[in-house]
């Protein structure tokens, strides 16, 4: 069974930045591919950000477009969101998440992912 541990959420301040690690472990083999999601209270999960593999194609939600980065480290089984202007509207759990198999296109669905971490609280005070 694949494990997903997040970690790096916090409380900052609007403009500041934090970055969210996932670390995967278990018996089993992955992909490289990882996925990151997030929910605000009372709203629905909403994509973030994805990276592919082999490929290193990367999509991001049009809200975070330009402030946040995916990224990955292999050798680690480690997957990475770098976060920054952060704004209020960040407010959310943080979820990370990766696909049984690999893809070369990352998935923007829940749906294309197999394993989750427990989530993460990001908060931005304005």
């Known amino acids: 069974q694949v494990q997903l541990v997040e970690s790096g959420g916090g409380l900052v301040q609007a403009g500041g930045s934090l970055r969210l690690s996932c670390a995967a472990s278990?018996?089993?083999?992955?992909?490289?591919?990882w996925g990151w999601f997030r929910q605000a209270p009372g709203k629905e999960r909403e994509f973030v950000a994805a990276?592919?593999?082999?490929?290193?194609?990367?999509k991001y939600a049009y809200s975070v477009q330009g402030r946040f980065t995916i990224s990955r480290d292999n050798a680690k089984n480690t997957g990475y969101l770098q976060m920054n202007s952060l704004k209020p509207e960040d407010t959310a759990v943080y979820y990370c998440?990766?696909?049984?198999?690999?893809?070369?296109?990352?998935?923007?669905?829940?749906?294309?992912?197999?394993?989750w971490g427990q989530g993460t609280q990001v908060t931005v005070s304005s």
């Open positions: 990276i592919g593999w082999p490929d290193y194609s990367t």
């Open positions: 998440a990766q696909p049984r198999r690999f893809s070369a296109v990352p998935g923007t669905s829940q749906s294309d992912y197999d394993y």
């Open positions: 278990g018996r089993t083999l992955v992909a490289y591919n």
